[in-house]
């Protein structure tokens, strides 16, 4: 199963984590496309594997409150599929 979500990850861009956002209803500013896409490069394995309370704290400083809202509401309902 990693290994899929480990190529898929890398080949994501930016421009698909935008439009699903807004398929979402979660509308991004650039600067928080580039934001998440980074967090899904580098940490897609904590994310899946570990406790990513820390990473979402530091997106919390780096997002606003309602895509970081939402973000947070995809990710438990997506995590327990």
Known sequence: MNLLIRE??????EEEIYN???KEGI??????TKVI??????YWQEFLESDPTY??????EKLRDEPYRKI????????KK
Do not use: S
């Open 8 to 13: 898929y990850v890398k080949n994501l861009t």
């Open 20 to 22: 699903f956002a807004l």
């Open 27 to 32: 509308t991004l500013l650039d600067d928080e």
């Open 37 to 42: 896409y980074m967090y899904i490069k580098n």
């Open 55 to 60: 990473l979402f704290e530091e997106l919390k």
């Open 72 to 79: 947070v509401e995809l990710y438990n309902k997506y995590k």
